[in-house]
């Protein structure tokens, strides 16, 4: 059931999201050759309480981690551990926090020291696919005109988006109803309305998008180990279009 948040919600997200928003700031920051995934955990986690907050996907459906880290071939759920960056990686580092109850939840893929020209590209082209979906979150449009901006942009690049994995509805829980794929036809899926909050997130892969869950139980790759990034945002549909809720004030 798709729950329209109040004034004072949104705002008690707002808050949530906020905090988030300085954890990515930090990580900016942080994130450099030599690193290991629990150090950075480690850091995500100060930071949100040290904000007032809780993070949202500690001991989620089991999850051992603050923050999920994903390195390199990993799409989502990496569990942080003593794995060291080296230069050349990249890492999605996919933050929740929570405040009085109400989420916030962002993910940002992050260039360790100097990448290679071809991944760069991954994440440009993944980082601006969020925006173009952003572009279609709107009162009167629909779930499905969000997720086929997505997959037109991606796709155009020769890279592609995996159907298992998507964006969702956020609010007193972090994962709620609606799912916001990346993958679909405009006009269909759930209309649009002011006070819907949602979570967009297309997760690319360089190669092919079959997945396979590692035997960890929870990082995701695809059968070819190729590169793929992450980006996401949780939003508020307002009565003109949008506000994204995870950004600095």
Not at 106 to 123: H, M, N
Not at 212 to 235: C, F, K, M, P, Q
């Amino acid at each position: 059931m798709i729950t329209l948040k109040s004034s004072r919600e949104i705002e008690l997200m707002d808050r949530a999201g906020t905090v988030v928003a300085l954890v990515h700031k930090a990580l900016k920051e942080a994130i450099k050759p030599g690193i290991t995934t629990l150090q950075i955990d480690r850091i995500c986690e100060e930071v949100i309480r040290d904000n007032g907050c809780t993070p949202s996907f500690k001991n989620l459906y089991g999850f051992p981690g603050a923050v999920c880290t994903s390195v390199n071939e990993v799409l989502v759920h990496g569990i942080p551990d003593h794995t060291i960056l080296k230069d050349g990686d990249i890492i999605t580092v996919d933050v929740g926090a929570c405040y009085k109850g109400y989420h916030g939840d962002s993910g940002w893929t992050y260039a360790v020291g100097e990448i290679k020209p071809e991944t760069r590209k991954l994440l440009e082209v993944t980082e601006e696919s969020l925006y173009k979906g952003l572009e279609q979150a709107k009162p009167g449009n629909h779930i499905g005109d969000i997720a086929s901006a997505i997959q037109e942009y991606v796709e155009s690049f020769g890279y592609s988006l995996p159907i298992e994995y998507t964006g969702h509805g956020i609010g007193r829980s972090v994962h709620e109803d609606p799912y916001v794929p990346n993958v679909g036809r405009p006009g269909t899926l759930e209309l649009l309305k002011p006070g819907m909050c949602i979570a967009v997130e297309p997760m690319v892969f360089m190669g092919r998008p079959h997945c396979v869950t590692l035997a960890d139980g929870w990082g995701v790759v695809n059968r070819e180990r190729s590169l793929s990034a992450h980006y996401e945002h949780s939003i508020a549909i307002t009565q003109d279009g949008y506000k994204i809720l995870t950004k600095e004030d």
